[in-house]
């Protein structure tokens, strides 16, 4: 900065207009910087920023909530913001996201889970899952675009990253709602595909997923809902360009907590049993209702 | 009126104050609960006033999550003893809304900054002094110690995001004494709401309005 600094004089004229907010944003850098310096006392600006907050109880300011959404997105994106820029304070140790490091979780399923397993699986994970817990599933792999990002050189990564980024929005934007369900898909056996979906309270599955192999010909990569001990129910396939990315919404289906969405390399669309082994699978977990 | 007075500067806090802080000191180390915990404590006042400001609900809902964003990343910037956590969070959100509003006004000049501070301003709070100790009548009462001219200019300026300047050139009032309204409407809602015999001064008095 060039500029003379500013008198204290001048910041004392300025004090009404900043505390109310209505300085040029450079004139309020300018008083901030003097403020900093200053010997002398400024009590104006404390005189008159005392009354500010009481000016929202005199606006006849009307409330209203926001929509249920907001809440999940901040905290999405607070998650997100975490996993690239881990909080240092030795005072107390912050939950680490489950998938910052490793999106192929250890608990990855290698095969279809018996049904007791999966009964097992869901109390454990209905067990952990609190809000948070919910939160940092999603804001995860949001995270991986963010530090995944960093170093790309190639134009077709850097587009497969951006075109990642818009199907984890797209499964925010669902998992937001009320009355959806979250998945994380994690990688199966021989396969480094992973991602995140939501459930929409029809049932129908949103996903996003990274890493999967190219489909040719005629293959798609099929979606299957397993609820309990029944039989897996196809509900849509995909093809995958070279970029690995899939992005992709199914049909409507039942799709209760604590059903296992699973992923498959299929020859032709229209499998009604699933070709082992699984690329990917996970289980939906319905978030803790919030407050 | 030493009551007053020991009110305003020694309050001591509020069991709401106490436990804000104690949330806050939690967000500051990254615990994600904690700032669902705040957010849910001011989400409406919050949304309620980006929504004022901008008349925009979509655009209001950036706004809150931009300034719940920058709570998250700069609640160690918070200082104990300057102010509430509440009208520290407020007054981000304020800021924003302001910010969001002059982008979209070509005439004023904004620089675009990736991470904005939040306003380092901070002031002993008087807030649970006002909301507990007045009801909404005596409220209505102080506002109407200020002129009209007095609190179209405050509402210009908190309410519409303008800058003195802009109030200057919208109401066809020259910029000395937009200032000069703006500085003793203030002083007056000071007077009304916590009376200031021993307490400020006006530096400027006497230089009309």
């Known amino acids: 900065m060039t500029e003379p600094r500013m008198t204290h004089e001048q910041a004392r004229d300025l004090a009404a207009g900043y505390v109310l907010g209505a300085l040029e944003r450079s004139e309020e850098d300018a008083v901030r910087d003097h403020l900093a310096t200053c010997t002398e006392p400024h009590p104006e600006f404390a005189a008159f920023g005392e009354v500010v907050p009481a000016l929202v109880e005199l606006g006849d300011l009307e409330l209203v909530e926001p929509p249920a959404a907001l809440g999940a997105r901040i905290m999405a994106a607070a998650a997100a913001d975490l996993a690239a820029h881990p909080r240092v304070t030795p005072a107390a140790t912050p939950p680490a996201p489950p998938a910052l490091s490793a999106p192929a979780a250890p608990t990855a399923p290698t095969a279809f889970p018996t049904p007791a397993e999966r009964a097992q699986r869901e109390e454990r994970r209905r067990a952990r899952t609190t809000r948070l817990d919910w939160v940092l599933r999603i804001a995860a792999v949001v995270a991986i675009v963010a530090v995944g990002a960093w170093g790309l050189n190639l134009q077709q990564q850097l587009d497969a990253a951006q075109r990642f980024d818009r199907a984890v929005a797209s499964v925010i934007q669902v998992a937001g709602q009320a009355g959806s369900k979250t998945v994380i898909l994690s990688a199966g056996k021989d396969s480094t595909a992973s991602g995140i979906a939501a459930v929409r309270p029809d049932g129908s599955v949103v996903l996003a997923m990274r890493d999967l192999p190219a489909t040719s010909g005629s293959q798609v990569y099929e979606t299957w809902v397993i609820v309990g001990s029944e039989a897996p129910v196809a509900v849509g396939g995909f093809p995958v360009d070279s970029n690995g990315i899939g992005s992709f919404t199914t049909r409507a289906a039942t799709t209760p907590p604590g059903a296992v969405i699973a992923v498959t390399l299929e020859p032709h669309e229209g499998n009604t049993a699933p070709t082992l082994p699984i690329v990917a699978a996970g289980v939906a977990i319905a978030p803790p209702p919030s407050s | 009126m030493n009551e007053s007075q020991s009110g305003l500067r020694g309050r001591t806090a509020s069991p709401a104050d106490d436990a804000d802080r104690a949330v806050l000191a939690l967000v500051t180390a990254g615990q994600l609960d904690a700032l669902q ?173």
């Open chain 2, 37 to 209: 915990d705040l957010y849910d404590r001011y989400k409406t006042m919050a949304y309620s006033i980006a929504l004022r400001i901008t008349s925009d609900a979509s655009l209001a809902e950036d706004v809150v999550q931009d300034a719940f964003l920058g709570v998250w990343r700069n609640a160690g910037r918070y200082v104990e003893g300057r102010g509430s956590v509440k009208t520290w969070v407020l007054s981000i959100v304020h800021h924003r809304a302001v910010d969001a509003v002059r982008r979209r006004r070509p005439t004023t000049e904004l620089p675009e900054r990736e991470d904005v501070p939040p306003p380092a301003l901070q002031v002993p709070d008087i807030w649970q002094d006002v909301a507990a100790g007045l009801d909404r009548a005596e409220i209505a009462a102080a506002m109407e110690t200020l002129s009209t001219v007095q609190r179209e200019a405050i509402e210009l300026a908190y309410w519409g995001g303008l800058t003195q300047q802009e109030i200057s050139d919208r109401t066809g009032t020259p910029l000395g004494t937009v200032k000069s309204r703006v500085r003793l409407g203030l002083l007056a809602l000071r007077r009304a709401l916590v009376g200031d015999e021993a307490g400020f001064t006006d530096p400027f008095a006497g230089d009309g309005a």
